[in-house]
């Protein structure tokens, strides 16, 4: 059963404009929920996490995220999106027992911000 | 800090060659692992290590081997190469959850 789900396999939206990466999870217990971008060519990049508390969490290059245990979704908000916030976009969470640390990862969606 | 280091960051193999990719990290992780990321599969998970001496399989281990003798490395084998594992491959790395996982930046192998 998958774990983690991104809808959306692309987003396009105009820069300046409000941008949703859209992520839903499956696990038992209180999840720990990441986001990752990736930039071509290169390694993913720790964007920001929840782990408990504040269900609107901040995190790098003026992304947030907001939890919602009720619909099971923790998805990535850029109030103004900007043409450089063009890449992949992970949403991932903790699966496993309490003495591993493994991540399971959605499908990625790509983010395009046209000028 | 280097980070997390991967090598070769290109490789192309002939199906059936061994080859050992290089994963080294030096922020003293406990947990390490190996992810394959492939398009429209996002990343998926070979092996990881909740410590030194300590190694267990992921989603996708068919194929592979790995070892953890020290805590800064966690090399991935790959034991008879076929086409089917034509990736890219990501090592991370992370102290202790919650903390994030750090990645390196990959290695991209072709398996002809």
């Known amino acids: 059963a998958q774990s983690v789900a991104q809808p959306e396999d692309q987003v396009n939206v105009a820069e300046g404009n409000p941008l949703t990466v859209k992520c839903t999870y499956s696990v038992s217990g209180n999840p ?3 986001w990752y971008v990736q930039y071509p060519n290169r390694g993913l990049q720790f ?7 504040d269900n609107l969490v901040k995190g790098s290059y003026g992304f947030e995220a907001e939890f919602n245990k009720s619909q099971t979704s ?5 109030p103004s999106a900007l043409v450089s916030d063009s890449a992949l976009y992970f949403c991932a969470v903790r699966v496993g027992g309490s003495n ?16 | 800090n ?23 990290q030096d922020m003293n992780h406990e947990y390490m692992s190996w992810y394959r990321q ?28 790995v070892s953890r003798s020290t805590t800064e490395d966690f090399p991935l084998r790959l034991l008879s190469a076929a086409p089917s594992q034509t990736s890219v491959y990501f090592c991370a790395s992370s102290y202790a959850p919650p903390d994030g996982y750090t990645f390196g930046s990959g290695t ?5």
Not at chain 1, 100 to 115: E, I, M, N, P, Q
Not at chain 2, 52 to 63: H, W
Not at chain 2, 108 to 112: E, K
């Open chain 1, 32 to 34: 720990y929920l990441f």
């Open chain 1, 47 to 53: 964007l920001l996490k929840y782990i408990t508390g």
């Open chain 1, 74 to 78: 923790f998805h990535l908000k850029k």
């Open chain 1, 100 to 115: 591993d640390y493994k991540l399971s990862f959605g499908a990625g969606t790509t983010v395009t911000v046209r000028a």
């Open chain 2, 2 to 24: 280097a980070g997390v280091t991967q090598t070769p960051k290109f490789q192309v193999l002939k199906t059936g060659q061994s080859m050992t990719l290089q994963c080294a």
């Open chain 2, 38 to 65: 492939d398009p429209g599969m996002g990343l998926r998970l070979i092996h990881y290590s909740v410590g030194a001496g300590i190694t267990d399989q992921g989603e996708v281990p068919n194929g592979y081997n």
């Open chain 2, 108 to 112: 991209r192998l072709t398996v002809v």
